[in-house]
């Protein structure tokens, strides 16, 4: 029997986080270095995956950053060809590039102008196709490159990022403020969450007998510096009366792509404070 604090350690084990330059994305490949994975950040990013990877390599961690754009299928196999190359082998995908339309004083003034402020009736085509593409063709693409060298090796993690919006629709109310124009969570979030569930059933399932574990994790709100009115309004819906800090998902993602979790695959794991129990 495999003693506790084992069943957590990554040591010898190579981990690829797409959106690797991004608020949990940045997180998460600190979380799984610290447990003794070489880390691939991967992100269109290019300078903020270097200095992802930069700070993990000053801290003693095998890494190294590839600019990638999880849009595109060449990008995408060439991602994979440059981690086994460096490293040998992938034994951990995480799927953590988003498009995700963000309302923290740091992006309202990126607000959705051209795209309606969110509005569904007047919701641009392009930018429903260009979140598509991003939110579940690239998680479909990164899929699909990254099982071949785990079917090679007869093992591998795959850890798709969903969201409570997966689970459960936006309450729109929180993102009014008064005196502004309305704005809302556009429709491309909920339904690409919701079909990344779906994506993650059917590959577990796809992949039974061959040692390829794939589950998903819903994180409910992160605080980025939202204002004060849209926290409150968060809160009130959390059973916790609180939006969620960035590294608490850090747990949850070292679980699913750890031993801890080898009984597990084509799960969801909700780390929402609450938000969907009610």
């Given at each position: 029997?495999?003693?506790?604090?084992?069943?957590?350690?990554?040591?010898?084990?190579?981990?690829?986080?797409?959106?690797?330059?991004?608020?949990?994305?940045?997180?998460?490949?600190?979380?799984?270095?610290?447990?003794?994975?070489?880390?691939?950040?991967?992100?269109?990013?290019?300078?903020?995956?270097?200095?992802?990877?930069?700070?993990?390599?000053?801290?003693?961690?095998?890494?190294?950053?590839?600019?990638?754009?999880?849009?595109?299928?060449?990008?995408?196999?060439?991602?994979?060809?440059?981690?086994?190359?460096?490293?040998?082998r992938l034994d951990i995908l995480v799927n953590s590039a988003v498009l995700d339309p963000k309302f923290d004083p740091g992006h309202m003034s990126e607000a959705s102008v051209d795209e309606g402020?969110?509005?569904?009736?007047?919701?641009?085509?392009?930018?429903?196709?260009?979140?598509?593409?991003?939110?579940?063709?690239?998680?479909?693409?990164?899929?699909?490159?990254?099982?071949?060298?785990?079917?090679?090796?007869?093992?591998?993690?795959?850890?798709?990022?969903?969201?409570?919006?997966?689970?459960?629709?936006?309450?729109?109310?929180?993102?009014?403020?008064?005196?502004?124009?309305?704005?809302?969570?556009?429709?491309?979030?909920?339904?690409?969450?919701?079909?990344?569930?779906?994506?993650?059933?059917?590959?577990?399932?796809?992949?039974?007998?061959?040692?390829?574990?794939?589950?998903?994790?819903?994180?409910?709100?992160?605080?980025?510096?939202?204002?004060?009115?849209?926290?409150?309004?968060?809160?009130?819906?959390?059973?916790?009366?609180?939006?969620?800090?960035?590294?608490?998902?850090?747990?949850?993602?070292?679980?699913?792509?750890?031993?801890?979790?080898?009984?597990?695959?084509?799960?969801?794991?909700?780390?929402?404070?609450?938000?969907?129990?009610?």
């Amino acid at each position: 029997m495999t003693e506790l604090p084992e069943l957590f350690r990554l040591q010898d084990r190579v981990a690829l986080v797409t959106g690797g330059a991004g608020l949990l994305g940045t997180q998460f490949c600190r979380t799984l270095a610290a447990a003794g994975a070489s880390v691939i950040v991967a992100d269109i990013d290019a300078r903020g995956a270097q200095t992802v990877s930069d700070s993990l390599a000053q801290a003693g961690h095998a890494t190294m950053a590839v600019h990638t754009d999880v849009t595109s299928a060449d990008s995408v196999r060439q991602l994979v060809r440059t981690t086994q190359d460096t490293y040998g082998r992938l034994d951990i995908l995480v799927n953590s590039a988003v498009l995700d339309p963000k309302f923290d004083p740091g992006h309202m003034s990126e607000a959705s102008v051209d795209e309606g402020l969110g509005a569904f009736e007047s919701y641009p085509l392009d930018a429903w196709d260009r979140a598509l593409q991003v939110n579940i063709t690239g998680v479909f693409l990164c899929c699909q490159a990254a099982v071949r060298p785990m079917l090679d090796q007869g093992r591998g993690v795959i850890i798709n990022l969903s969201s409570i919006y997966g689970l459960a629709a936006p309450d729109q109310r929180m993102y009014q403020h008064p005196g502004k124009p309305a704005q809302y969570k556009p429709v491309y979030y909920p339904v690409t969450k919701s079909a990344v569930l779906g994506l993650t059933r059917y590959l577990a399932t796809y992949y039974a007998g061959k040692n390829i574990r794939v589950n998903a994790l819903s994180p409910g709100g992160v605080y980025n510096g939202h204002d004060d009115d849209f926290v409150e309004a968060y809160s009130a819906r959390s059973v916790l009366g609180r939006m969620a800090e960035k590294d608490e998902m850090d747990g949850a993602l070292l679980f699913l792509a750890s031993d801890a979790s080898q009984y597990m695959t084509g799960g969801n794991l909700v780390v929402d404070g609450g938000w969907t129990a009610w």
